[in-house]
Every structure is written in C-alpha cells, then in structure tokens.
C-alpha cells in the first residue's frame, strides 16, 4: 500500500484508520501487538485502538467471542475505522463472517507483512518469493471471498461465477505457483554456481542478522567505511540502503572487506526478522536465507534502545535456528548505544560487543571480535622458502600476512601470520625456532 517517490520518500497514497485486535492465549502479548501497530504503520494504516481478548480455544467461526465481536463492531463505527488488523492467522471463514459483522475490511498479521514485503521488493527473485507466499497464502482461503481477497486477487481468474470461478482460481493459481517455483529454482541454480566460485576462493563469510530496523546495513556501511583503504572501489560506491524503516532490505547485499593484509571475507547484509514472520515467506525466502545458514560467524544485531529488546532477541534467535544456522558462532553487537548507554543486563552468544553504527563508537570492537571469529587459526610464523619455489612465496603474500620479508642465502623468509592450514601444508620450511633463540 506505500508507494515511493523517486528520492525513495514514502509516499503515502492511500491511508487507512484501522483498529489491531489480539488474543492473548497465554503469557504477554503486548510486545507483539506493540509490535502489530509498527507493521500497521510501515503499511500506511493509521492505529486508533486496540482490543483485546483472553482466551482458552479460538472460536472456529470468528476467532473472537460473540461479544467481543460485537464491541468491536461498535468501536468500528465510533472511531470510523475501514481496517481491523488480528494478530493472529485467520482462516478465510474467518475473514468472511468477521468482514460481514463488523461492516469494514478484515486483515491479519500475515497478509499484513506480506503486503509490505510486496511493497519493498525490488530484485526480481525478491517479488517471486513474495508473490510465491501470497499465493500460498490466499490458496486455502479462497472459500473465504473475504474482501481483502478479492482486493488482492484483481486480474486472477476472473471469468465465470461461483464454484467454477472457485476452480479456475484455484487452478490458475496452483499453475503460476508451479511457474514460480520454477524459477525461483533456477535463480537458485545460479546462485550455487556463484557461491562455489567463492567457496573455491575459500573466503570465510559473516552474516549480519537480527530484527528489522536494528541497524545492521548501518554497521555493513560503517564496516566498509573503516576498511575501505584496503578494498578496491570507495565505500560510497558500495554502500547499502539503511533507514528508518521496517524492512528497508529485503535483497540480501554481498561485501569483500578486508580486515587486514590476507584477512579478506565476504559481509552479507539480509533481510530483517519480526515476530510471527509467516511460514511461508521463511519458506520463500529459504534460498536466499541459506546463505545465512552457511555462514562462519553471524552477527547478531540487537537495537538496544528498544524496550522489548529481550523479546526481538528471543525471536532472531528462534529465527536463525528455524534456519539451521544454530550451531554457527554469534557476536552479539548491541546498537545504538549512543541513544541508550545502558548495557543489558544479560547478553547471550559467544561474545558481545557494545556499539553506536551512528557515531562509530566500539565499532573497533566489532570488527577486532571479527577478526577472531573469522581468522583465528592463524599462526606466527618464519618460513624459509627456496629460491626455486617462488609459487609458494607468491601464493602465501597473497593468502598470508606478511610482516617482513628477507633474501637469504638458502632463500625468502617471510615473517608474518599465516592460515594454520597453509603452515601446515609448509611446515618443513618454519624455522620459527631457530630464527628466536
Ligand atoms: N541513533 C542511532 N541510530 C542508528 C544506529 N544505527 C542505525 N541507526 C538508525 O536506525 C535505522 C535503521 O537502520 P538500518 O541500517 O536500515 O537497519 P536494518 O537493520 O538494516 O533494517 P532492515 O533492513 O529494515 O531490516 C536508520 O534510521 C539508522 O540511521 C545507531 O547506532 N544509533
Ligand atoms: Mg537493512
């Protein structure tokens, strides 16, 4: 529902007044229905109020109570409202009898993400992936004919009444999830292609992840910044999109940094997490995400200028092992420090660093706790290489770092640090000892 002006400014064409609605099962739900009114906002629906009901089992008709339904209905029309946003998945019944009752359009969380994310795509295997999951969304809610469905599904099977246009929709739709399945394969096909490249180069890969607008294109812009001397291109050139929004980045961006001579790695950049993120769009965004599964370190951003930042932990946490990625390494880079000072009073993964992408402060931090996670098996080493074996001294001022080196009688000798793999491929020329004593 956001457009954008050509300066990328939201552009807000069309504003909705809406009412979120929740359920609360069991435990709190006001950091995910805070939460509910952020993605509301980011879709250009203006949040007048708020309901919510305790329950014990969801009523298959309505989700909500009779009742409930019925004050609701009567908030509607006192706060003249045209949109009622539930927290929770609703069936396309659902949709159905509450648009009947309450008189105004009826979303749920999921369709709510998914427009966002529709609006926000912008390379071509990020629409299909969002189009592959809005189908999958609206298949078995097609019985629904709610009115945010037929909204969406303008131009899809449009001919014929009833059951039979029940069935051309549903055929049309099964058809295009086939054509996009299969391209998004392909995309897939290639992308391998390109990443055995890079695994040949044999570049470690780290992965900034962590819940949508918690800074982690800032601090891949910041990073890129402080090392820019020692990567080809300017770091304006290679800078991503960073700003105050809810899912600025939805294509994952690619990075070669390097973090000293021999130290280079790849910096990946991804999409943001949220709570309830539909299974769908997990799903669709799986071959891109894989890449984070891949990963050798990832680096957890957390916004801890954010009350509920226990909470958004909690679900990137969730998020990255639903990725398989829970036994990689994680630096915990807490953000925005220079608007909220106070550490947290607990921090989670292997090591944690405390960070303003804005201002630069501890980003030295970060990148020395990179440089750990990403080059620890590297050794001090003298190596005395024959002259008759200048490959390898090639080869190891490229992939090593070489502090001095020296022609000797018998040879080069580099002294430097060197990946624990190369000193051990080219140990019979250490003469580390020798060279100390
Ligand atoms: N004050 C302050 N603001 C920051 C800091 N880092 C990032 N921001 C701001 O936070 C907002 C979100 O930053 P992004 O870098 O787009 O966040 P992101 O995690 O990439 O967000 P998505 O791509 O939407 O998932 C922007 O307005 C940034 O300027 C920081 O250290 N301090
Ligand atoms: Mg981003």
């Known amino acids: 529902m956001l457009r954008f002006t050509e300066d990328n400014e939201i552009l807000r064409e069309d504003n909705y007044r809406g009412i979120v609605c929740g359920v609360q099962w069991r435990g709190d739900i ?6 509910l009114e952020g993605l509301c906002e980011a879709d250009g629906i203006e949040v007048v109020g708020r309901i919510e009901q305790s ?8 989700l909500i109570g009779k009742g409930k339904v019925e004050e609701l209905r009567e908030l ?12 929770e998945e609703l069936s396309g019944i659902q949709i159905r009898n509450l648009e009947e009752a309450l008189g105004v359009r009826v979303i749920d969380r999921t369709i709510l993400i998914l427009d966002i994310f529709a609006d926000r795509a912008v390379s071509k295997e990020g629409k299909l992936q969002v189009e592959l999951a809005q189908l999958k969304y609206r298949m078995p809610r097609l019985t629904g ?3 945010s469905l037929s909204r969406l599904g303008g131009g899809i099977g449009t001919r014929g009444p009833g059951e039979k246009k029940l069935e051309t929709d549903r055929r049309h739709i099964a058809r295009r999830i086939d054509d996009i399945k ?12 390109q990443k055995s490249g890079r695994s040949k180069s044999g570049l470690p890969v780290a992965a900034l992840v962590g819940y949508t607008n918690s800074g982690k294109s800032a601090i891949m812009n910041r990073l890129l910044e402080m090392f820019e001397e020692e990567t080809p291109g300017t770091a304006e050139d290679r800078k991503v999109g960073s700003k105050d929004m809810l899912f600025a980045t939805l294509d994952t961006a690619h990075r070669k940094l390097s973090i000293g001579k021999g130290m280079d790695f790849i910096l990946i950049d991804t999409v943001g997490f949220v709570s309830g993120l539909p299974h769908d769009l997990v799903d669709a965004f799986k071959s891109t995400l894989e890449e984070v599964r891949d990963a050798d370190v990832l680096i957890h951003v957390v916004d801890n200028a954010r009350e509920d930042k226990e909470f958004q932990t909690e679900v990137t946490t969730g998020v990255i092992k639903q990725l398989g990625a829970g036994a990689t390494p994680v630096i915990m880079a807490y953000n925005k420090m220079d608007i909220a000072p106070e550490e947290p009073e ?7 660093v405390f960070i303003s992408a ?3 402060d501890g980003m030295d931090d970060l990148a020395a706790a990179l440089k750990k996670a990403l080059f620890a098996d590297m ?5 005395l290489i024959p002259y008759d074996k200048g490959s390898i001294v090639s080869y190891l001022c490229e992939n090593g770092q070489v502090d001095t080196m020296d022609y000797r009688p018998e040879g080069t000798l580099l002294k430097g640090q060197f990946k624990a793999a190369d000193f051990g491929r080219y140990q019979q020329y250490s003469i580390a000892e020798k060279e100390n004593s």
Do not use: W
């Open 30 to 35: 006001e950091s995910s229905m805070d939460e």
């Open 55 to 62: 329950l014990e089992r969801p009523n298959s008709a309505t």
């Open 76 to 87: 509607c029309e006192n706060m003249e409202v045209d949109t009622v946003v539930f927290n």
């Open 145 to 147: 004919f709610g009115r």
């Open 182 to 193: 299969e391209e998004l394969a392909k995309a897939g096909k290639s992308r391998q292609t």
């Open 346 to 352: 607990f921090t989670e993964g292997d090591q944690a």
């Open 358 to 360: 804005l201002t630069g």
């Open 379 to 383: 050794v001090d080493a003298s190596l």
